[in-house]
């Protein structure tokens, strides 16, 4: 399964480190992760913040995005994909059409709520937009196992 993250879920990846359930599922290969260019210069751009360096140094945050460019195929956007009512968030939407993905991954409200995309993306057959939480769970129903999310409860998404 193909699936392209947004910037902010990234972020939290790289700052949870082992923790995340996205970082686990990725390093046991349940999905391929795809990347634009655009998208792994949002992701360095926006980790270089100093409101966002102090949850993410400066080392993790190399790191992780060393990983971005080994790890993910990369893709250009796509030039006809759905438009998103923040024009911001359409090179999201263009990267996750143009990998064909099957789940785009964030924590924008844009890209997860938004009626119209929601709608446009499945008449065409593209990608369906979850939070992290939406993907567990349909990744559970769709492939009979999970995605550990560990927390302090150990609960399973």
Known sequence: MIVVIDTNELLRMAAARGQSPLVQA?????????????????????AARANVRRFLPPLRSQRFGE????????????????LCRDPNDN??????????????????RDLYDDPLLLLN????????????????A??????????????????RC
Not at 67 to 82: C, G, H, N, Q
Not at 121 to 136: D, L, P, Y
Not at 138 to 155: E, L, P
């Open 26 to 46: 990725w390093e046991a290969r349940k999905f391929t992760m795809a990347i634009s260019a655009q998208l792994l210069a949002e992701f360095t751009t926006v």
């Open 67 to 82: 990983l971005l460019v080994a790890r993910p195929v990369i893709v250009e956007p796509a030039s006809e994909f759905p």
């Open 91 to 108: 090179i999201v939407v263009a990267t996750a059409g143009a990998a064909q993905a099957k789940a785009l991954i964030t924590l924008d």
């Open 121 to 136: 993306c499945s008449i065409n057959g593209r990608s369906t937009s979850w939070r992290q939480a939406s993907f567990c």
């Open 138 to 155: 349909q990744y559970r129903s769709t492939h009979g196992s999970s995605i550990q999310r560990r927390t302090r409860t150990r609960a």
